[in-house]
């Protein structure tokens, strides 16, 4: 079955610190991958997705997710973190060419400054 | 326009009411979801609208009934709802494949 572990519930981290957010998954085939973002009250937005191909992608506000088959791993990382990416990030696997996508607990993120 | 459009924002409603959340899309997406989520947890999929058809419904209670009358439009009709359904439903969209999905900001429903 598939699942989604992301190990972390909440990290803090200084602004314009570096920032890793980990996740795990498990899916019997080449999975699809993504990563969303939601600030408080808000949906969620889409950082970045992963199908095939070079397995470090490119996001939206300066995002980046590298895929590693063997650790079946999707880690979300951002060289320098602004306040403004405070919020609840999820990691997500969805079936491919399906409808259903399993979403991860989520990790909070804090910016101090 | 690369947005999904829910109204309300906040609703505030009865068990014995009767109320409708609606969303709207104009990416020409053919799928289109109702999410629920409670605080601090991740979304839970109610059901799928493929092609305007219901493709999944996540064994949601029949107190929620959704409604997909067009390609561009999905409305979630609620009756006799618990307090235990206040939540933020959230609408989503995509194209074929599953290629990520697009959010609305959602409904904050509380049922008193």
């Known amino acids: 079955a598939q699942s989604v572990t992301q190990p972390d519930i909440h990290i803090t981290v200084s602004e314009g610190a570096s920032l890793e957010l980990r996740c795990n998954y498990s899916?019997?085939?080449?999975?699809?991958l993504f990563w969303y973002v939601q600030s408080p009250g808000q949906g969620l937005q889409l950082l970045l997705k992963y199908f095939s191909g070079d397995t470090l992608v490119q996001g939206i506000k300066g995002f980046e997710a590298e895929f590693k088959r063997s650790q079946s791993s999707f880690n979300l990382r951002k060289p320098s973190v602004h306040w403004s990416d405070a919020a609840e990030y999820f990691c997500a696997v969805g079936n491919t060419g399906g409808f259903k996508t399993i979403f991860g607990a989520g990790t909070r993120l804090f910016v101090k400054a | 326009d690369t947005e999904v459009t829910q109204t309300p924002k906040h609703l505030v409603m009865g068990m014995t009411n009767k109320k409708s959340l609606k969303c709207e899309q104009h990416m020409g997406h053919r799928a289109m979801y109702w999410y629920k989520q409670k605080a601090k947890k991740p979304p839970e999929l109610m059901f799928v609208y493929s092609y305007e058809k219901l493709s999944i419904n996540e064994s949601v209670p029949s107190r929620f009934s959704p409604e997909c009358p067009n390609s561009s439009l999905l409305n979630l009709h609620l009756h006799a709802l618990q307090p235990e359904d206040s939540a933020l439903y959230l609408c989503a969209s995509s194209g074929p494949g599953n290629y990520g999905y697009t959010f609305g900001s959602g409904t904050r429903l509380t049922v008193v």
């Open positions: 899916y019997g085939a080449t999975p699809y």
